[in-house]
């Protein structure tokens, strides 16, 4: 991959990158696209990264499907794709990981403690090997576009992170490789985090801005949905991720939400009157 990288710079090819975990969906190849408008030269990786996943996570049941994921690269535009395995990635002695600060300690960052140091040292590895111009990011996680645009600045990347916007399913249901997990009837239950996000975003846009109570009426909601249980729902700062008390600026709401045992993730901005 790294001399790939090297060769396709040395033609003065812009090359941009698209980190994924694979068992791709509309919401990945999206990233694609938005990859191809600001440069020439697509690359796709596909790992999935035992470091980002806690000892009771879903790393063994992440869903897995290489022959079909290849192929969809192929038709988004791709040139290469850079798959990786785990014994290559972590060799023996393996011991390093990046680990920021602040924006870990809120939102996803708080139930699951090992995501974003896992997230941000595989990154950083994917980066030192694709050696990316442009890297595209979805704003699904959020909370991994920040730490990924803090980390490239304070590490000196020299690469344009670019954000791609959530694409869902006809009902408002955030794409994820993860809604494989539900039955029928999750399924049909797992609308509530939109719809949830969407008369939020309503009632804020029409003037009630007292975030406990905009998340008081939003929790009722999410309870009254069998089979779910929340690990969060929060009303925060876009760029600190820290808790509002009022919507009197664009602010993000997000949740993470158990539907039965498939933890859903969602957010949406939140916008004052006017
Ligand atoms: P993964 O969950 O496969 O997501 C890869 C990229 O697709 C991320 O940037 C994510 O935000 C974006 N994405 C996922 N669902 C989306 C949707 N519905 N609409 C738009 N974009 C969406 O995120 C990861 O993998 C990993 O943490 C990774 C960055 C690859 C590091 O291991």
Avoid: W
């Avoid at 190849?29 to 600001?38: K, W």
């Avoid at 002695?93 to 600060?101: H, N, S």
Wanted: with cysteine; net charge neutral.
């Amino acid at each position: 991959m790294s001399a790939h990288a090297d060769l396709v710079r040395s033609q003065g090819k812009t090359l941009v990158f698209v980190p994924t975990m694979g068992f791709l969906h509309e919401g990945h190849i999206s990233l694609m696209e938005i990859g191809l408008a600001h440069g020439n030269h697509l690359v796709v990786s596909i790992f999935v990264n035992p470091a980002q996943f806690g000892p009771t996570e879903d790393l063994d049941a992440y869903p897995r499907n290489m022959e079909r994921d290849l192929a969809l690269c192929q038709k988004a535009g791709a040139a290469a794709v850079y798959t990786p395995d785990s014994s290559k990635m972590y060799g023996p002695g393996f011991e390093t990981r990046v680990i920021q600060e602040a924006l870990p300690n809120h939102l996803c960052g708080l139930s699951r403690p090992r995501l974003f140091s896992g997230v941000t040292t595989v990154v950083t590895k994917l980066f030192n090997t694709v050696k990316p111009h442009v890297a595209v990011f979805g704003e699904k996680d959020f909370q991994q576009l920040a730490i990924i645009r803090r980390m490239t600045l304070d590490l000196d990347f020299d690469i344009k992170i670019v954000s791609g916007p959530t694409v869902r399913e006809q009902d408002g249901l955030a794409k994820s490789s993860r809604n494989s997990y539900l039955s029928p009837e999750q399924r049909r239950n797992a609308t509530a985090l939109y719809r949830c996000l969407e008369e939020t975003r309503n009632k804020a846009a029409s003037g009630q801005v007292d975030a406990q109570r905009l998340l008081q009426e939003a929790k009722e909601k999410i309870q009254s949905v069998p089979e779910a249980a929340i690990d969060y729902i929060s009303i925060v700062d876009p760029d600190t991720l820290e808790d509002v008390a009022r919507v009197d600026k664009p602010s993000l709401m997000a949740m993470a939400v158990f539907v039965g045992k498939t933890r859903l993730i969602d957010n949406m901005l939140l916008y004052p009157p006017g």
